[in-house]
């Protein structure tokens, strides 16, 4: 093995072992930085995780940021979505979010994004999250495009996707099936707006009938 450019993630020089070194960096850049965080996942630590040395990473990726945005991008590229059917626009929503949740939510990859979206000035970092999220919004448009919900399909899209970021990576809460059903039923109108309830105060209950005050 030469100390030729660096391949991403799959760029081994072809033979098994290379391809298992590869495949054995990549697996522990995630769960490191999953259980650890962006600053305690070293090269290092990595190399020494997947029985090899230092200058086995940098024959593959220049830095850590760079090897780390590979082991994103490797397990994100393992979540495909599933094709819209184009029967029903609630189910394909349905079935996608649920899908997105699942590898998100109380996952490696979840944590793993969790840990890193915030680091602004990584670039290698933001581009593999940028080429997640542009992923994400094209299999919602596909599912909406060409349907009565196309009007305002971004908008949508912001709002679905807004309720599983805001839950995961702000409040640190689950996303339940039933908030991927009332957020799918509130972005198609399906759910129609309950009337708040009327609290009547204890006087107006109890105050005797009043002829009604005519207007002018």
Aim: charged share 20%; glycine share 4%.
């Amino acid at each position: 093995m030469t100390g030729s450019s660096p391949s991403y993630p799959s760029g081994a020089s072809g033979r098994p072992q290379a391809e298992r070194v590869t495949a054995a960096l990549l697996d522990a850049a995630l769960l490191t930085l999953a259980e650890e965080g962006f600053e305690a996942t070293t090269v290092a630590r990595l190399a020494a995780q997947a029985r090899t040395s230092k200058q086995a990473v940098y024959r593959r990726w220049p830095d850590k940021a760079s090897l780390i945005a590979a082991s994103l991008r490797s397990a994100l590229n393992k979540v495909s979505p599933p094709a819209p059917r184009r029967g029903n626009v609630a189910q394909d929503l349905r079935l996608y979010l649920t899908d997105l949740v699942q590898a998100l939510q109380a996952t490696p990859l979840g944590r793993a994004v969790r840990s890193v979206s915030a680091l602004k000035n990584q670039p290698q970092l933001a581009a593999v999250l940028q080429e997640a999220e542009d992923a994400r919004r094209l299999a919602l448009r596909q599912i909406f495009i060409a349907t009565p919900f196309e009007a305002d399909m971004e908008t949508r899209i912001d709002l679905l996707l807004g309720l599983v970021y805001f839950k995961l990576h702000v409040r640190d809460q689950p996303v339940s099936p039933a908030d991927i059903e009332a957020a799918i039923h509130l972005i198609l109108g399906l759910t129609a707006p309950k009337s708040p309830a009327v609290n009547l105060r204890p006087e107006t209950e109890n105050a005797p009938d009043r002829a009604p005050v005519p207007f002018p």
